[in-house]
């Protein structure tokens, strides 16, 4: 029986002896898994420190329009520079540390309170760090057709007198080009040859700028407070006061051929919804009076559907946006400031005295527009049969003249 006991003891001992080994042996193997661990969630911070860092600069970069606050960036996408800007982003909660950081380098660089260029290419570099692990992200991004504006609006900044989408044709001999022509091609059918490239042609251009309006301008639940116009006759004046928004439903019911005197005589910043469920023939005897304070906004007319615009002359500020085609015939040469805007194609059949144009579809000039001053943008094709057309920013360089936030 003793020497059971004993011999029992004996296994015992040697099990004992084997599960200790085996425990030290596992050791270095539970500080690994543990280290591996620790890394993988470290490169995994790393990366949303990286890419918090992109995300606030993309950020600021479309939405500086009154000059950004640079200062935090990196001085250069070395590695010391990068280290030296290191921001701070999450607190440990054990330690009450801060263990996530980041740092951004942006090319073209941009000092202190500078405007970034609307449709530019910069290049972002975003460096994120936990504890001595660094992750790299780097992506190029291109702002948006304006460097930014008001509430819900972008400064417009076209680079010349035409931009295309595509192909730009003269078609009128006696013509006048003054400005830089940008498109993917020239065609000159009258055999003059000119513009040349070097010359107003400039070829395609380097940025596309966006010309689709989004769907929300054109919803009526976008605008809150819409006032109802109702005409209480054929032909009476509608004079606006106070600046909101208001709402006009389409045809008139005092009117099946949707013609009276003033269409609107307006204080500043007013808009003008024009709902119709069919296209609009709009047109105006003594035409459309927009205010003249270019300290302040401009007239808004918003169609929900395709427009041909005739009549009187439109004078004073007055911005225009279409959701369809626009043919615009309205008499007199003497505007202001006018910016016409629409989703769909757009025909010019009168002159235009300082004026923006912008199609998401195509633009053409007819020979009965025989003057144009201002800046002409298309997604699509550009056709001009007009005699002179001549750049000039006026409209675009003046308060409230804007495109619509969203801007394709």
């Not at 407070?225 to 005409?231: F, H, K």
């Amino acid at each position: 029986m003793k020497s059971q006991r004993g011999s029992m003891a004996a296994v015992a001992l040697v099990m004992m002896l084997f599960l200790l080994i085996a425990g030290f042996a596992w050791l270095p193997m539970l500080a690994q898994e543990n280290k591996t661990a620790q890394n993988d969630w470290e490169e995994q911070q790393a990366w949303y420190a990286a890419e918090a860092g992109f995300v606030r600069a993309k950020t600021e970069l479309n939405n500086s329009a009154d000059g950004g606050s640079w200062s935090w960036l990196a001085k250069s996408a070395g590695q010391t520079d990068l280290n030296a800007a290191l921001q701070s982003i999450s607190d440990d909660i054990l330690t009450g540390t801060k263990q996530a950081k980041y740092a951004v380098y942006i090319s073209p660089e941009l000092s202190t309170s500078d405007i970034p260029a609307s449709s530019t290419e910069y290049t972002i570099t975003s460096v994120g760090q936990v504890n001595n692990t660094q992750k790299i992200l780097k992506k190029t991004i291109t702002t948006a057709a304006s460097s930014g504006g008001g509430s819900g609006n972008t400064v417009i900044n076209l680079p010349g007198l035409v931009q295309a989408g595509g192909t730009v044709t003269i078609a009128n001999s006696n013509y006048s080009i003054t400005g830089d022509v940008y498109g993917t091609k020239f065609v000159d059918q009258t055999g003059n040859q000119k513009p040349t490239t070097g010359g107003n042609y400039k070829g395609a251009a380097s940025a596309t700028v966006a010309t689709k309006i989004p769907d929300s301008v054109f919803s009526q639940s976008s605008y809150t407070n819409l006032t109802t116009i109702t005409p209480s006759s054929a032909w009476v004046a509608i004079n606006i006061q106070e600046s909101g928004n208001y709402l006009m439903n389409w045809p008139l019911v005092v009117n099946q051929w949707s013609n009276w005197g003033y269409l609107l005589n307006s204080t500043s910043d007013v808009t003008l919804f024009v709902h119709s469920a069919s296209p609009i023939t709009f047109y105006t005897t003594n035409g459309i009076v927009g205010p003249t304070d270019t300290t302040k906004g401009p007239l808004t007319i918003i169609f929900d559907n395709n427009v041909v615009l005739s009549g009187g002359p439109i004078t004073g500020n007055v911005r225009i946006l279409v959701n369809g085609t626009m043919d615009y015939e309205v008499n007199g040469s003497g505007n202001d400031r006018l910016m016409v805007a629409s989703n769909g194609n757009m025909i010019l059949g009168r002159a235009m005295q300082y004026g923006l144009l912008s199609s998401n579809g195509s633009i053409t000039l007819n020979s009965s527009c025989y003057n144009f001053v201002g800046q002409i943008i298309a997604n699509g094709d550009v056709y001009i049969a007009t005699g002179s057309i001549t750049y000039d920013t006026t409209v675009a360089n003046t308060t409230g003249f804007t495109w619509p936030e969203g801007m394709e």
